[in-house]
């Protein structure tokens, strides 16, 4: 992932007291701290100290689509419900991104409304530009790169990882590690993606790494389409979502997902004592990178809490939770440098060649309309079957 710009001192020697609580770092507030609710700091709402008492006092946080094996997001709620004792509810929890926006509007100015959201990218831009999102800038906010961020601090990313190739070795004879190898005949009725690209990032994301490994571009996912077209009408590829039930079954042995999914499968199989031996491969031949942006609800109806849950997100702590969880945080170069970074956990990363890059919203809204368009009548079964079959897809986030 991109390097961060380098820190400034006061920040930097704020990130490095990672054992000390929250409250220890932004607590200069301004002359007049205003509400939490319009505040674009902690400095901004009286300091950490005062941010912190006032989301005790709310006592609650709404979140949505925020699965417990997605991205560390069950020890981040553990985590954060120890910290502070405030309760984390958890509406959708396998919603997609679309969900959570939808959820802004449709419960906008009611107690069950979101007061955070998490979503790709490409959701959290338009999200912004309709007015969904309060502007806040988190305690390391200038340490995130600015093509990670919003420069109205709307959203910032969080995390992100790589599309790969998961694969059961004890169901697949030599486990494929490209796009390339998924043509071939042996992998017939063995290929899944993470639901459907039409509604799921993780899906799209599949689409558009496989439109890279085939002669496609940021501006051009059709040879992805295409690709999978193939792989469904060669019998390779199959419309039923992975997910663990699935994979545990048999019924999807390969599976296009994040790798931080992929990574966490393995670990969550070994320690159930699932027979199950889950390996994972980023494909060279179709590299394709994504982070997921945090953002607080304008109308937050608990405004202290979600500025806090911010807080945490972003913190050594936070990062290092997401770390464990195999997603790569956004600060983590920076927490290399300043020694707050998980060392044993990066280490358990997988490699990757090159500096990644990254669409445009406007090439990301040309492929999602491509997608839109041609998935259904490219690729037979796109329906999609749940892990019951012809039930409906569970989303697994998005």
């Known amino acids: 992932m991109p390097a961060p710009r380098l820190r400034t001192a006061s920040v930097a020697a704020c990130l490095a007291l990672s054992a000390a609580p929250l409250g220890a770092c932004g607590d200069e507030p301004t002359a007049t701290p205003r ?30 689509a925020l699965p417990d094996d997605w991205a560390g997001y069950g020890a981040l709620i553990d985590g954060f419900e120890r910290k502070y004792g405030i309760k984390v ?4 929890p396998e919603g997609t991104s679309q969900d959570e926006i939808n959820a802004l509007k449709e419960h906008r100015g009611g107690g069950r409304a979101p007061d955070v959201v998490d979503v790709g990218d490409s959701f959290a831009q338009p999200a912004a530009r309709q007015g969904l999102l309060a502007p806040y800038e988190v305690a390391p906010y200038d340490q995130i790169p600015e093509e990670q961020k919003d420069p109205q601090a709307r959203w910032s990313n969080n995390y992100g990882g790589y599309v790969s190739i998961g694969c059961d070795a004890k169901r697949v004879k030599t486990c494929p590690s490209t796009f390339a190898d998924l043509r071939k005949p042996e992998y017939k009725g063995q290929v899944a993606l993470n639901g459907n690209p039409t509604k799921s990032g993780s899906a799209f994301a599949g689409v558009y790494a496989a439109a890279l ?24 590829f199959i419309p039923v979502e992975s997910t663990p039930d699935t994979i545990a079954k048999g019924r999807t042995p390969i599976s296009i997902d994040w790798d931080f999914l992929n990574l966490g499968y393995a670990d969550e199989f070994r320690r159930k004592g699932t027979d ?21 609800n ?4 608990h405004p202290a809490a979600a500025r806090l849950w911010q807080e945490y997100v972003f913190s050594p702590e ?13 600060l983590m170069d920076a927490m290399k440098k300043d020694g707050t970074l998980d060392k044993a956990a990066a280490e358990k990363l997988p490699t990757v060649e090159g500096t990644p890059t990254f669409p445009t919203e406007a ?24 892990a019951s079959g012809g039930a409906r897809p569970r989303l697994h986030k998005r």
């Open 35 to 64: 509400a939490p609710a319009v505040a674009t700091s902690a400095a901004d709402a009286g300091g950490m100290a005062a941010l912190t008492a006032a989301a005790k006092k709310e006592g609650a946080l709404n979140a949505i």
């Open 298 to 301: 304008k109308d937050a109806p």
């Open 318 to 330: 936070g990062q290092n939770l997401r770390l464990g969880a195999y997603a790569r945080p956004v």
């Open 363 to 386: 090439q990301r809204e040309k492929a999602k309309e491509a997608v839109n368009r041609g998935w259904a009548e490219a690729v037979s079964g796109s329906g999609m079957q749940g």
């Open 89 to 92: 509810t958890v509406e959708n």
């Open 276 to 296: 199950v031996d889950w390996r994972t491969a980023i494909p060279f031949d179709g590299s394709f990178a994504e982070y997921y942006a945090s953002g607080v």
């Open 213 to 236: 490994a085939n002669g496609g571009s940021f501006d051009d996912i059709q040879p992805g389409i295409d690709f999978f077209a193939e792989l469904s009408k060669n019998g390779n």
